[in-house]
């Protein structure tokens, strides 16, 4: 895989912050700086994810790309702050529940809980007491 410095500068980033949902605007706004425009991170991103370094998921109609771990694994996103938080626990079992009785062959699942962080909870407390 031909690995150009504007790829580089994306995949490093992403690389540095392995708990962490980023969406093209965000990496944008962080190594952008003139060096690249928009179209180009857009790219960029979508070429990672197509190599199958990033993962992708989809919250308020925008895309959220993070580094994709080796070992199969389910996060809980937090749709303020965009931190990931690992689920230890085994949630496999509740996909032979839903497919039930029906002749439903299951191939994949991607199962994401989006919320809010506790220390976004704690932020927007505070920010409703300063009101
Ligand atoms: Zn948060
Ligand atoms: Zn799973």
């Given amino acids: 895989?031909?690995?150009?410095?504007?790829?580089?500068a994306i995949s490093d980033y992403f690389a540095a912050n392995p708990e962490h949902a980023f969406s093209v605007e965000m990496i944008y706004n962080q190594i952008g700086d003139?060096?690249?425009?928009?179209?180009?991170?857009y790219r960029n991103v979508d070429r990672l994810a197509q190599l199958g370094l990033?993962?992708?998921?989809?919250?308020?109609?925008?895309?959220?790309?993070?580094?994709?771990?080796?070992?199969?694994?389910?996060?809980?996103i937090c749709t303020s702050c965009f931190k990931m938080f690992p689920i230890n626990h085994v949630i496999e079992e509740?996909?032979?529940?839903?497919?039930?009785?029906?002749?439903?062959?299951?191939?994949?699942?991607?199962?994401?809980?989006?919320?809010?962080?506790?220390?976004c909870q704690?932020?927007?407390e505070k920010s409703k007491v300063s009101f």
């Fill in 54 to 76: 990033l993962a992708r998921t989809l919250m308020k109609n925008t895309a959220y790309y993070y580094v994709k771990k080796e070992e199969h694994q389910h996060f809980m």
């Fill in 34 to 41: 003139g060096k690249m425009n928009l179209s180009t991170v």
């Fill in 94 to 119: 509740i996909i032979p529940i839903a497919i039930g009785q029906t002749d439903f062959k299951a191939l994949a699942h991607d199962i994401v809980i989006y919320g809010i962080c506790r220390r």
């Fill in 122 to 124: 704690l932020h927007n």
């Fill in 1 to 8: 895989m031909r690995l150009t410095k504007q790829r580089k």
